[in-house]
């Protein structure tokens, strides 16, 4: 059977499905920032996150063991606005799916690779420049993957964006970075103060700057682990910044 909800009332139907409501509460919010944009193209966009998931289209299935009516979503049409946290939200539960299916591979390749949390940080902008912003946060990231002395075997990365007291947006990447078991003991091991001019340099931003400040975290133990994942696959949008 196929029901159809229109989606802020969905709660009612299914309280397992309230997340829907919050991350469309949080849309509105976010729409409202881009349609007091004095860019056209950041007012359509916002006018397109405004028509992110009005209805939705689920099918009733019954769970195995508690018998219960789950809601399986079969059809809804979603603005695919980059910074929609509706949009986002179910990008980073398709993220971590295709992650965690992956994962038992890695382990089994790289048993002994190490394991460390990066944050690499550029200045607020108005809300206006944010897509310029993002586009030269990735090609400074492109820049420092080209070079010979990238440490990194492989990575999972996800750009964040949360705002300030004052209304300006504050986008920053979390990197989860898999290196080899000797990296913070050899001579390739990269301080934070290392990582601060490779990020500089690769932003093409002078050294002398002061406003851009990494964080460096070794990770140890599963748990830990674990942690450090659901941090790097989250979705783009803080919904308590906004």
């Keep these: 059977m196929d029901i159809l909800h229109l989606s802020p009332i969905l709660?009612?139907?299914?309280?397992?499905?309230?997340t829907w409501?919050?991350?469309?509460?949080?849309?509105d919010q976010v729409q409202k920032?881009?349609?007091?944009?004095?860019?056209?193209?950041?007012?359509?966009?916002?006018e397109r996150m405004g028509n992110c998931g009005p209805y939705l289209i689920f099918k009733l299935l019954q769970d195995p063991e508690s018998k219960d009516l789950l809601h399986k979503l079969r059809y809804a049409e979603f603005c695919?606005?980059?910074?929609?946290?509706?949009c986002m939200w179910r990008k980073s539960m398709a993220w971590r799916a295709r992650f965690y299916e992956a994962w038992p591979k890695i382990i089994e390749k790289h048993a002994k690779a190490r394991y460390f949390h990066l944050v690499l940080t550029v200045p607020n902008c108005e809300i206006a420049s944010l897509r310029e912003v993002l586009d030269k946060i990735n090609?400074?990231?492109?820049r420092m993957r080209a070079r010979r002395t990238w440490p990194a075997l492989g990575f999972i990365r996800s750009i964040e964006v949360t705002r300030?007291?004052?209304?300006?947006?504050?986008p920053h990447v979390h990197a989860l970075m898999m290196v080899n078991a000797g990296y913070f003991d050899g001579k390739n091991y990269m301080n934070r103060d290392d990582w601060r001019e490779y990020w500089l340099s690769a932003l093409r931003v002078p050294l002398d700057s002061n406003c851009i400040h990494p964080f460096v975290?070794?990770?140890?133990?599963?748990?830990?682990l674990a942690k450090a994942i659901l941090e790097v696959s989250k979705y783009a949008v803080k919904m308590k910044s906004m």
């Design 139 to 142: 090609q400074a990231w492109d």
């Design 21 to 27: 409501e919050t991350h469309r509460m949080v849309a």
């Design 164 to 170: 300030d007291k004052k209304g300006f947006a504050h």
């Design 217 to 224: 975290r070794a990770i140890k133990g599963e748990d830990n």
């Design 80 to 86: 695919r606005v980059r910074l929609c946290p509706t």
């Design 33 to 46: 920032a881009f349609l007091q944009s004095a860019d056209e193209k950041q007012v359509r966009r916002g």
């Design 11 to 18: 709660s009612k139907a299914s309280l397992k499905d309230q």
